[in-house]
């Protein structure tokens, strides 16, 4: 979808452009990232590890000449929606983050506050055992995922947990709630380095995936008390 086509007031908020901090991405996405950034959204990559250009040419209209200078010389302006609609998740993806967060926040004080109330609401889905959030290293691509799972879990969920890639970080939380947290702010932590995953076989965490050397912060970190404000990572 063209970031810079219109679109209606009843389209589903999944499918509405990402409203871009441009400035964090262009800050982010020096000559090397660009080129990381649309390979990994693209699925493809030359010998050298840089974005295929007749790939990348052939999805963003291009000539290939147009590829090597938008990784030389940055995208230019008239251009950079276009190019964010096509390799970053859409907007509803950060929306529906932003809500899971809050909710969890509000889970996280009640499990604390209200126990009894919280066993009712939640203690048959499992969601007050621990659960594990692992960080993945997608096979063949500079990135990585985060995916959640069961403390518990057996063998087959354990596979799921893994498809694809392998854990390269993992931590307990002490309920589902708590590990919602960690990973929605260790997401808007790596916003500018968020790719969408495209031409991918995973069972779950195309959304989520960002560049493998995005600056971060370790798992354990984010066990501690939840951060009470949320930083602006999209323009309203």
């Known amino acids: 979808m063209d970031a810079s086509s219109s679109t209606s007031d009843t389209a589903p908020l999944w499918f509405t452009p990402e409203s871009a901090n441009v400035e964090a991405l262009e800050q982010a996405w020096g000559s090397r990232k660009l080129s990381q950034v649309m390979g990994a959204a693209l699925g493809s990559f030359n010998r050298l ?28 302006p008239r251009r950079i929606e276009h190019v964010i609609s096509l390799v970053r ?4 993806a950060f929306t529906q983050e932003r809500a899971d967060l ?15 109330n919280a066993t009712a609401l939640w203690g048959y889905k499992g969601y007050l055992e621990k659960w594990d959030l692992a960080i993945i290293s997608i096979n063949h691509m500079p990135v990585l995922t985060v995916r959640m799972g069961r ?26 709630f708590a590990a919602v947290v960690a990973r929605s702010e260790l997401l808007e932590d790596v916003y500018p380095f968020r790719v969408q995953l495209r031409n991918t076989k995973l069972a779950s965490g195309a959304g989520k995936a960002f560049l493998e050397d ?17 930083r602006q990572t999209t323009s309203d």
């Open 89 to 92: 998740p859409p907007q509803g």
């Open 102 to 116: 809050l909710f969890a926040r509000k889970a996280v004080a009640k499990i604390a506050t209200e126990p009894e």
């Open 151 to 176: 403390n518990d879990r057996d063998k087959a969920a354990d596979k799921r947990l893994t498809a694809g890639g392998k854990i390269i970080e993992i931590a307990t939380f002490p309920n589902y």
């Open 49 to 76: 590890g840089h974005v295929d250009a007749d790939t990348a040419s052939a999805t963003f209209g291009v000539s290939e000449g147009t590829i090597r200078r938008w990784i030389r010389d940055g995208v230019p």
């Open 214 to 230: 995005a600056p971060r912060k370790p798992l354990r970190s984010y066990r501690k008390q939840a951060r009470t404000t949320i």
